[in-house]
């Protein structure tokens, strides 16, 4: 079973509309990261969340990090052709990072 | 611009053949990683590395084997590649973010090989 599930799988919005994805862990989250990849190409690292209740906000991408430290929401706000891709989350687990199942965006224009 | 480099980005070869994968990172970076990709977007761990003459498997089994001899390079070797080992194959490293007491893992990833066995 996947220690960290993403939902939703895949999200296809109209451009300028605000979008949630969600990342959701079966054990306590003591590091959480949250990537983004474009077709065919490696990771961008976007943001890392650490404490219960923290929120990171980078232009119009927000993280939040919730109080129990088992999930983290991604918010886009006013969504861009620029936004579109593959949404990662991972986390420290096991002493290693490991990744969710991944969110797919696409917007359109 | 990339602090991590892979090389060859696209691969492709037929059944039986050697094939070495390189990564190259210029950061200093102690830890380094090896992702198998699926084209269904999840990321798997099929090796790592905390430092020199230090190798580890990951989280999926693999037919591949790394090494780790230098701190900046971590090649991942197929003695005999097969159609199943057809994937995107990502290297990672790693450092400190913030205070060293942070603990914080971040990854730099190259961007990517992608290896088709015929």
């Known amino acids: 079973s996947q220690e960290l599930e993403q939902s939703p799988q895949s999200l296809i919005v109209q451009e300028g509309k605000n979008l949630t994805i969600n990342c959701t862990s079966s054990k306590t989250l003591y590091g959480l990261y949250w990537y983004k990849q474009k077709y065919g190409e490696g990771l961008i690292f976007l943001m890392m969340l650490q404490k219960g209740g923290e929120e990171k906000s980078h232009e119009k991408i927000t993280a939040k990090l919730d109080e129990k430290k088992q999930q983290s929401s991604l918010h886009i706000t006013a969504s861009q052709p620029s936004h579109a891709g593959i949404y990662l989350c991972g986390a420290d687990l096991n002493q290693k990072v490991t990744f969710g199942t991944g969110t797919k965006l696409q917007v359109i224009p | 611009e990339a602090d991590i480099y892979q090389t060859p980005r696209y691969l492709v070869i037929g059944t039986g053949k050697k094939i070495t994968l390189e990564c190259s990172q210029t950061m200093g970076h102690d830890k380094m990683y090896w992702y198998q990709q699926d084209p269904g977007m999840e990321l798997h761990l099929i090796h790592y590395?905390?430092?020199?003459?230090?190798?580890e498997k990951g989280d999926l089994s693999s037919e591949s084997t790394v090494s780790r001899i230098r701190t900046e390079h971590f090649p991942l070797t197929l003695e005999s590649a097969r159609p199943s080992h057809t994937s995107q194959y990502l290297c990672a490293s790693s450092g400190v973010w913030g205070t060293a007491n942070s603990g914080a893992n971040v990854l730099t990833f190259g961007a990517g090989s992608r290896l088709t066995v015929l």
């Open positions: 590395s905390y430092g020199v003459n230090s190798t």
